[in-house]
């Protein structure tokens, strides 16, 4: 079931230079989507959301942006700090009320070098 | 802020015992979920528990697997006979109420060994 696809499964990037994060999806019914990060031992921590009636959301140095007819999004991260280096997992829900489970995807390594 | 509590962080229990996972939500939430992750594969849907009842459970949810309040402010997950394929990291998410554009917190995770 490989309902949300992270393809690249590790991206390096300088402190400073733009990250970006990809993620597609193939379930048409999912209109919520997420990006969550991950530390070792530590559990998701919620990053930046989009609801499928907007293309983009931003807050501070993360930008989510979401094609629907491409059925992508992506997350930007500017500038990046070696704080960020993390996994980063896109997630996605269909409906409301606890029928909007989190389909994930399989994660993004990120390492930010100096 | 406030936190999703889980313990205990490791458990390491011998196949065919019980164990009994434990989560305090964020005050005030009303959605609970389980979830794990199977070292180096996906998080995946476990369960979804709303007014002292599941929601919505996956095929991994099969009998062996229970989730309870008792105490109105624990969330617990049993696992009555456990396999060596349970082994796994798992999450309790948490959420205010159910619209759907609010985000689930976790907590740390449980990381339970099968032997």
């Given amino acids: ?114 | 802020e406030p936190e999703v509590t889980q313990t205990p962080s490791h458990q390491v229990t011998q196949m065919g015992q019980e164990v009994i996972l434990r989560c305090v939500p964020i005050s005030n939430h009303l959605y609970f979920y389980w979830y794990r992750q199977i070292l180096g594969q996906k998080v995946e849907f476990l369960v979804s528990f709303y007014n002292n009842e599941i929601s919505e459970k996956s095929e991994i949810f099969d009998d062996q697997f229970s989730v309870e309040r008792p105490d109105g402010s624990n969330f617990t997950l049993k696992i009555r006979s456990t396999k060596l394929e349970d082994s796994a990291m798992y999450f309790c998410a948490t959420k205010p109420s159910g619209h759907n554009n609010q985000p689930q917190h976790f907590g740390d995770g449980t990381r339970l060994s099968i032997l």
């Fill in chain 1, 1 to 114: 079931d490989q309902q949300v696809k992270q393809n690249s499964p590790s991206l390096s990037v300088q402190e400073g230079r733009i990250s970006i994060l990809n993620c597609d999806y193939t379930n048409s019914m999912f209109d919520y989507f997420l990006w969550y990060k991950k530390y070792p031992a530590e559990g998701p921590t919620f990053l930046i959301s989009i609801s499928s009636i907007k293309d983009k959301n931003e807050d501070g140095r993360f930008t989510v942006f979401l094609n629907k007819s491409a059925k992508h999004l992506s997350l930007h991260i500017v500038p990046s700090q070696p704080g960020d280096s993390a996994v980063y997992f896109c997630a996605a829900s269909a409906g409301t009320g606890t029928a909007s489970k989190l389909t994930f995807g399989t994660g993004t390594r990120l390492q930010v070098t100096l």
